[in-house]
């Protein structure tokens, strides 16, 4: 399932953090929590999904990991 829904994701995303922000939708999750199952704090996750703040290629693979779709995400 996470392959159709990584296609999905990804056929309607620009960018990385409008990506995240589907995701989260897509699983239920508030910024907090999602916030803490990433490991930052919810501003930075609100920053990320609105392009006020980037995402290096390391921390973006190990979320992809971490939230079980494909690092080319």
């Known amino acids: 399932m ?4 990584h ?3 990804m056929s309607d995303v620009d960018t990385f953090g409008s990506a995240l922000r589907t995701i989260r939708r897509i699983e239920g999750a508030t910024l907090g929590a999602f916030a803490v199952k990433l490991g930052v704090p919810g ?8 392009g ?3 995402v290096s290629v390391k921390r973006s693979v ?12």
């Open 52 to 54: 006020r703040r980037g």
């Open 43 to 50: 501003r930075n996750i609100q920053e990320i999904e609105t």
């Open 62 to 73: 190990e979320w992809a990991r971490l939230l079980g779709y494909p690092p080319q995400l």
């Open 2 to 5: 996470r392959k159709d829904l």
């Open 7 to 9: 296609m999905l994701v």
